[in-house]
């Protein structure tokens, strides 16, 4: 896993749990706040193995423009985006797959296919489950609360739904490290 960093308790506890609450304890938001989620009827076309297979997806913001007041959660000084350190963010997006009968896999792809071969992708596990994310080279990262895994924006990987709990939930950053701790 030479190209593919897996960092548990990536945030402070009161930090992971501030953004875990803020994006999916709708019932407690505070007015103007709960996020809104649109579904997805397939994740990966072609890929959904005979079942009915959707998400939900939140869009934090895309290519140089904000669309969620989740970004302010994200920026919060010494918080997630600090503690990445991106130059430059291509994307971020919040994905929600509801829970499935067994696991299943949405299907291999890249996130930003025209973005620079410097280009990362992590992905942030927002809940443990039974889920993962997996590589083309057969390699699986376990959902895990608060663990987050980087890899090049071009290697191919898929996620999963869960079968163990009501959702899967993980939010997905795609962006170009600052050289200055790349």
Not at 66 to 93: A, C, M, W
Not at 102 to 108: F, L, N, R
Request: a negative charge; hydrophobic letters at 35%; one cysteine or more.
């Amino acid at each position: 896993m030479s190209d593919i960093i897996v960092e548990d308790n990536f945030l402070e506890e009161s930090q992971f749990k501030a953004i875990r609450d803020y994006i999916l304890d709708y019932n407690n938001a505070a007015p103007g706040q709960s996020i809104n989620w649109f579904m997805s009827d397939l994740v990966n076309p072609g890929n959904s193995q005979g079942l009915d297979f959707t998400q939900f997806v939140h869009i934090v913001c895309a290519y140089g423009e904000t669309y969620s007041h989740v970004q302010q959660q994200l920026n919060v000084p010494g918080g997630f985006l600090e503690k990445i350190d991106p130059y430059t963010v291509e994307r971020i997006k919040i994905n929600l797959i509801t829970k499935q009968p067994k696991v299943i896999e949405t299907g291999m792809h890249v996130d930003c296919p025209n973005a620079p071969d410097i280009a990362l992708t992590s992905v942030f596990y927002l809940n443990t489950n039974n889920g993962y994310t997996a590589f083309e080279t057969g390699e699986k990262v376990k959902s895990v609360a608060n663990r987050l895994v980087t890899f090049p924006n071009n290697k191919k990987h898929t996620g999963t739904s869960c079968s163990d709990e009501v959702y899967r939930c993980v939010l997905n950053i795609d962006y170009i490290k600052n050289k200055r701790t790349a």
